[in-house]
């Protein structure tokens, strides 16, 4: 690796670990400080520039599964679903969907 792109590298580090820290300091460790509901958008909002950035497209069936998941399940359950998934997206296999339908593993 070149000198500038560690150097660059090290910058965002630094930067990341700056906007951590600003963010702790201000709504708390693992932001204790915020209401459900705010944690609850925030997740809404990550989550969903994160899939703008994933490759591959999204099954027609999952609206109508998150449809299916609202309607249908108690709060407990769908906050358990989603820290599942998050633990998927952040350990798990990822598998993007081809324009022909097919997951595939990446």
Known sequence: MSSARKKTKRRRQTA???LLESLQETDG?????????DKLVLISVIAAQLS???PGL??????????QI???????DRAGLIEAMIAQVRWGEDLAV???GSPIQQ
């Open 98 to 100: 081809t324009e022909g």
């Open 70 to 76: 609202n309607e249908g399940l108690p709060i407990g």
């Open 58 to 67: 999204v099954l027609d069936q999952t609206y109508s599964l998150a449809k």
């Open 16 to 18: 990341n670990n700056s």
């Open 29 to 37: 460790d693992d932001f204790s400080k915020l209401s459900k509901k």
């Open 52 to 54: 703008v950035e994933c």
